[in-house]
């Protein structure tokens, strides 16, 4: 888009870009624990959208919608780093969780129900969920998985929002693990593996979820979680 002048009309990408920020703001959100606000995403994103318009080359041979998209998604990460938005209670809680099915399943020799996983945890099924949506299950393959440990001092972002170079996303690649990913997929509970489905490869945000299975964006976000448990329990033994 170009002004009489044959310059950049600056005013009118941004415009056609917002749906980018927004639906890269609620992509996000649902690896987020409930204090961000989506809001707040969008506002960061919109500035990371005004520095890609600034640095923008397209002599460089990347589409301007691959480079805007990495300077977004690169503006709400910083922004999110700064605040170390998870704390070290719900990573621990996390954890506990992905231990709990992972016991479970070894004893039961099937996935375990959501009341299953409560009694192993000690509460109650409502709280149990509650635990499931303050947690928000976030990247199923994490740096230290593959690399033999990180401190858990360190920011959460910085280890498990790792550089292109080391991207836990790269080594979904290798076949092997890509394989166990499927059947370990294939393993969750049907409405379950539908959420995977819709989120992962249709790229639906939480709402857009809900709507379709008629449940509340809530309930979406700790069944999302429980799925991230119970597929991070069966890839460690990978």
Same mark, same amino acid.
């Given at each position: 888009m170009y002004t009489a002048k044959g310059q950049l009309d600056r005013e009118a990408l941004i415009r056609q870009y917002v749906p980018l920020v927004r639906k890269l703001a609620h992509h996000m959100i649902a690896k987020l624990p409930p204090n961000v606000e989506v809001d707040d995403l969008i506002q960061v994103g919109m500035i990371g959208l005004t520095e890609a318009l600034a640095?923008?080359? /397209?002599?460089?041979?990347?589409?301007f919608e691959t480079f805007a998209t990495q300077r977004i998604r690169g503006a709400m990460l910083d922004e999110l780093r700064e605040g170390d938005w998870m704390s070290r209670g719900s990573r621990k809680s996390q954890k506990d969780i992905e231990q709990a099915v992972h016991r479970l399943e070894q004893k039961l020799g099937r996935s375990p129900l959501e009341s299953e996983i409560a009694a192993e945890l000690d509460l109650p099924l409502s709280e149990y969920q509650s635990l499931l949506g303050r947690v928000r299950g976030t990247q199923l393959v994490y740096l230290e998985d593959m690399t033999g440990g /990180?401190?858990?001092?360190?920011s959460f972002l910085d280890r498990h929002v790792a550089d292109s170079e080391a991207d836990p996303l790269e080594l979904l690649r290798n076949q092997r693990l890509r394989q166990s990913l499927v059947g370990a997929i294939e393993g969750l509970p049907e409405r379950e593996q539908y959420?995977?489905?819709?989120?992962?490869?249709?790229?639906?945000?939480?709402?857009?979820?809900?709507?379709?299975l008629g449940i509340t964006e809530s309930r979406v976000c700790q069944l999302h979680s429980q799925s991230i448990a119970r597929l991070r329990a069966k890839m460690r033994s990978h």
């Open positions: 640095r923008y080359q /397209a002599s460089q041979g990347v589409q /990180a401190d858990d001092d360190d959420i995977m489905s819709m989120y992962y490869e249709q790229d639906m945000n939480l709402k857009e979820i809900a709507a379709v």
